[in-house]
């Protein structure tokens, strides 16, 4: 079974402090994760995957296959990054090599004050 | 590139009718999923399609149903609506393992 728990429900920062959404997941085989973001009216949208290990609009975020987490950090947040985050996982499909369907969080509402 | 389509955009039903919603995946993806985005419960997964076939359901009641048509695009039907369907509805399209999002159809049963 797949599982991911987003601890936090809301999170409040200032403008300019760090940022970390948190993010555990359970799942057997070998995990995909990825982080979505929802901005205010705006569709769901990809933020980064652990895959591309890429960062994104100063995010990053580790796969810890010890701890299975896979938290989200930005060292400065800004006020644009107030949005509602989702962390989420795909797994392999047995006997393949493609993924199948999204298991998500309860996402993190995240507000930056100025 | 043109994103993923959803139409309608938004819809409000009563109890008992059906309802049909419609979504266009990015141009070269074959896969697409269905999500259902209830007030509390999260993003839940509903339907899976890929290459015109259904792969895979959600723990959602067989009066949830759809189809991928040859063009890829895809269709969900839900029948005998009942008032906890009242939810956003995402359909999401992927030709590897990313699956981009719509921007979701929002159906009200009243």
């Known amino acids: 079974a797949q599982r991911v728990t987003q601890p936090e429900k809301l999170l409040s920062v200032f403008k300019g402090a760090p940022v970390e959404l948190k993010c555990n997941y359970s799942?057997?085989?070998?995990?995909?994760l990825f982080w979505y973001v929802q901005y205010s009216r705006q569709r769901l949208q990809l933020l980064l995957r652990?895959?591309s290990r890429e960062s994104i609009k100063g995010f990053t975020a580790d796969l810890n296959k010890g701890e299975t987490s896979f938290h989200l950090k930005k060292p400065f947040a800004q006020e644009e990054d107030s949005a509602m985050y989702y962390c989420?996982?795909?797994?392999?499909?047995?006997?393949?090599?493609?993924?199948?369907?999204?298991?998500f969080g309860q996402g993190t509402i995240l507000t930056v004050h100025p | 590139e043109a994103g993923v389509t959803q139409s309608p955009t938004h819809l409000i039903k009563t109890r008992g009718q059906q309802v049909t919603l419609r979504c266009s995946p990015i141009?070269?993806?074959?896969?697409v999923y269905w999500y259902q985005q209830a007030l509390g419960l999260g993003l839940q997964f509903l339907l899976w399609?890929?290459?015109?076939?259904?792969?895979n359901r959600g723990n959602f009641p067989p009066r949830f149903s759809g189809r991928q048509f040859p063009n890829y695009s895809s269709e969900l039907n839900v029948n005998a609506l009942e008032l906890e369907d009242s939810a956003l509805y995402l359909c999401?399209?992927?030709?590897?393992?990313?699956?981009?999002f719509g921007p979701g159809t929002r159906l009200t049963v009243l």
């Open positions: 141009s070269g993806h074959t896969s």
């Open positions: 999401a399209s992927t030709r590897t393992d990313t699956q981009y």
């Open positions: 399609y890929d290459e015109g076939e259904e792969r």
């Open positions: 799942y057997s085989g070998s995990p995909e």
């Open positions: 989420a996982l795909s797994g392999l499909i047995a006997g393949g090599t493609s993924y199948g369907k999204l298991t």
């Open positions: 652990h895959i």
